[in-house]
């Protein structure tokens, strides 16, 4: 190796590298910090990556105080916290911000330096050269990547807090669909209860001349159809939990609440949800992110267009009889056939294809958030007129065909018909709730966080 600099120099130039070496570390969380601060601000429910043993048996227990084994899955928001920290296909893609930060560092770290020896012999005269040679090119480069690398992090970390509030939706959802189906089912099985009592019923009368074997083949028809409706409502409700239960990453050995929860007395309108959607959606922030950082690599493309090897290099060369002789060389790239037009081209139509991505990533958003709004009014609307009309107009009718069943003024088979038709109302009642609370989610993830309410500048689509 040839001192070619001064020792106090040199000992600068080596605590220059340390220093710069040292400036970009693995940080203690993988970056995660934020990403758990992002998801907790929007959904109120914290992700947690198992990256250590201690880790993983720390959130296992967090899952045990939300579900006892066995236990009573209370509310959506603990799905969404379970789901949060079990989901396994969330732990998988966890993994990516870590190889993100890792080519963060890797970025921000000096290039190793190139070592070279040869020895030759003549006679008996021996010649050894060393070299020590350094990638300046990359040196200078380094802040440029330092800062690229930086960008694409961020964006790492955009895609995968959008995809939690993705999977916290999804199971939202699932929460709710699994209610609904264990409702349904729950209704079926009271009706197939009575249709088998009035099936008897009906077989008796027939025994005894009393029905004709028109109204006889009709009941049998009607408790045939209660059979298929509870069978159906069955397979419904353990696909439903089933669902459920792969989004939470564990077995379905847990009960549900009875019924949906109540309808809200009303909802707030949603202001100006076109903008909310572009101001809070992180799918956008990441575009946008991305869209920076492909700015940034254009540059310096265009910057190293023409010289992009640059290397310098100390050398020593010490011959038998000879004092040793010392000196550097310079590798450089001569653009001679290539004046790296097609680089730039190239990484000005990546640019113009992440500039296109995020103009459609934010027509998407705005048409989304607009659906969305509109299903959960009308699924609302829906709803509560279930709930404040037909429901108790159904009801009363019943109860008035009841009354004139008992005062002789209407047939057993009046009163039949009107069962089915209050088990469609109430299964049509319990569908209506479900879809509002879905459509609700929807609308959470359409806007990337929970709607605001009322504003008077703002405007409804």
Known sequence: MIPLVSRPSRASALAACALLAGCAQLSPDGGFGPLRE?????????PA????????AGNQARVA????????????????QIALINNPDLQAAFAELGVAEADLVQAGRLPN?????ARTHSGGDVKVERSLTLGLMQLIAMPAASRIEARRFDQVRLQLATRVLATAAQTRQAYYRALASQQGLAYQEQVEQAAEAAHELAAKMAERGNFSRLDAAREQLFYAETQTRLRRARREAQQDKESLARLLGMAPAFTLPERLPELPAK?????????????????????????????????????????????LGALRTSESGKAPETGYQVDIEIPLFDWGQARVAKAEAIYMQGANRLAAVALDARAQARLAWRERQDAYELARRYRDDIVPLRHRMSEENLL??????????????????????????????????????ALQLALGGPAAAENRQGTQP
């Open 65 to 80: 105080q939300l579900l006892p084994a066995g236990g009573r899955l209370a509310t959506a928001d603990d799905a969404v």
């Open 113 to 117: 330096p190139g070592f070279s020896f």
């Open 267 to 311: 909802i707030d309108d949603a202001a100006d949800v076109e903008r909310q959607a572009i101001a809070q959606r992180l799918d956008i922030q990441a575009a946008r992110s991305e869209l920076e950082g492909l700015r940034l690599s254009l540059g310096l493309t265009r910057a190293t267009r023409l010289v992009n090897v640059l290397d």
């Open 404 to 441: 004139r069943y008992n005062g002789m003024l209407i047939s057993v088979f009046d009163l039949l018909a009107d069962a089915r038709e209050q088990a469609a109302t109430v299964n049509a009642a319990i569908e209506a709730g479900r879809d509002f609370w879905i459509a609700d989610a």
């Open 49 to 56: 990556w198992h990256r250590t043993p201690e880790e993983a």
């Open 38 to 46: 992002i998801v907790a601000q929007r959904t109120g429910a914290a």
